[in-house]
C-alpha cells in the first residue's frame, strides 16, 4: 500500500496551492474516442484549470504507427514534453475530465520515459468544478522546458510477448474494458475488431474503479475488493490491456495505490489484437 509520500493521487486543495509554483506543471490528458464531439483540445480550450496546458493523447504518439497512439520513441517524447513548458525538475499534474480518461495514461508514459515526478489530480476536472475552483479559456503558450527522456521497455508489452504468455501464464492479464465488451456480446467501438477478449485475461471494468458522482477514485479496500473479486492475484506480475491502451492504466494507478509495482502495459491492446487477422480470442465471463 503506498504512504502519503509515495501516492500518485494528489487532491484538488493540494493542486489548488500550488498553482502559482513555476514548478508545477498541470498538464490536461482529457481524450474521448474517435468521433466524440466536442473533441477534448476544444473542451480544454473552453475551461481548463489555470496555467494548464494539453497533452494531446493522439499527438505524443508514434504518428507512423497506424494503430491508435502508440508510445512515441524517447526522443520525441522529450521534444513534445519540452515544448508543453516541462522540464525534467520539474512536478508535472495530470488531469483529465473526470472520467479517467486519459491522466493515468500521462502519469504511466512519464514515468515510463523516466520521469518520477508525477501525480494524478484525484477527480480531475469534474471535482475541480464541483468545488467551485477557478478555470481559464484559451491556449496557454508555454516557454519550452529542458526535458530528457528514456523510455524503460519494462513499462510495456508488444503483442508478440503476450502471445508467448499464453502458453506460460507467466503473467497475469488484466482488462479494463466494460463486461459486455470482454465477454464479447456487444460489438466493439473500434471498426473492423473481432468481440471477446485475450485468453487467460481476467476483467476488472475501469469504471467501476472510481465514484461518478464526485469522479474520486474509491477508497484503497474497495479497490483491493474488486481486483480480489476478479480473481487478480496481486502478488504475481500484472499486464493491463484495454481497447487502446488509454483506460488500462486506471487499474494500473489502483494496483499502484495497493502497493504493486513491476506492471506493464500492452500499449496495442484490443485495438490490435482485436483485428480480423489477429492472434485467437475467448468469449464469455473470465
Known amino acids: 500500500m503506498t504512504s502519503p509520500t509515495d501516492d500518485p493521487l494528489v487532491t484538488t486543495d493540494w493542486l489548488a496551492a500550488r498553482l502559482d509554483d513555476p514548478k508545477v506543471k498541470i498538464i490536461d490528458a482529457s481524450y474521448k474516442m474517435p468521433g466524440v464531439l466536442p473533441l ?13 496546458v494539453f497533452f494531446d493523447v493522439n499527438a505524443i ?24 513548458g ?10 483529465d475530465s473526470g472520467t479517467w480518461v486519459a491522466a493515468p495514461r500521462a502519469w504511466w508514459m512519464f514515468l515510463s520515459f523516466g520521469h518520477p515526478n508525477v501525480k494524478v489530480l484525484d477527480g480531475g476536472l469534474q471535482k475541480w468544478l464541483r468545488e467551485g475552483r477557478p478555470t481559464h479559456s484559451g491556449k496557454v503558450t508555454a516557454t519550452p522546458g529542458k526535458f530528457q527522456a528514456r523510455l524503460d521497455s519494462s513499462f510495456v508489452r508488444s503483442q508478440p510477448q503476450l502471445i508467448g504468455n499464453l502458453k506460460t ?9 466494460p463486461r459486455p465488451r470482454f465477454e464479447g456480446t456487444v460489438a466493439e467501438p473500434w471498426p473492423g475488431r473481432r468481440s471477446g477478449h485475450i485468453p487467460g485475461s481476467r476483467n476488472v471494468p475501469y469504471a467501476e474503479l472510481f465514484d ?40 494500473t494507478l489502483a494496483l499502484y495505490r495497493l502497493g504493486v509495482r513491476g506492471m506493464a502495459l500492452y500499449d496495442g491492446s ?5 483485428l480480423p487477422d489477429g492472434p485467437e480470442v475467448a468469449t464469455g465471463p473470465a
Open 86 to 95: 516541462i522540464s525534467n525538475g520539474d512536478t508535472v499534474v495530470a488531469y
Open 169 to 177: 501464464q507467466a503473467e497475469q492479464l488484466v482488462d479494463a474494458r
Open 212 to 251: 461518478p458522482k464526485t469522479g474520486a477514485m474509491k477508497p484503497l479496500e474497495e479497490l483491493r475488493q474488486a481486483f480480489a473479486g476478479a480473481g487478480v492475484d496481486m502478488t504475481k506480475p500484472i499486464v493491463t490491456t484495454c481497447g487502446s491502451g488509454v483506460s488500462a492504466l486506471v487499474l
Open 40 to 52: 477534448p483540445a476544444d473542451d480544454y480550450l473552453a475551461a481548463h484549470i489555470p496555467g494548464a
Open 61 to 84: 504518439a508514434d504518428r507512423n504507427d497506424k494503430r491508435p497512439h502508440m508510445y512515441p520513441d524517447a526522443a520525441q517524447f522529450a521534444r513534445d514534453v519540452a515544448a508543453l
Open 270 to 274: 484490443w485495438a490490435e489484437w482485436g
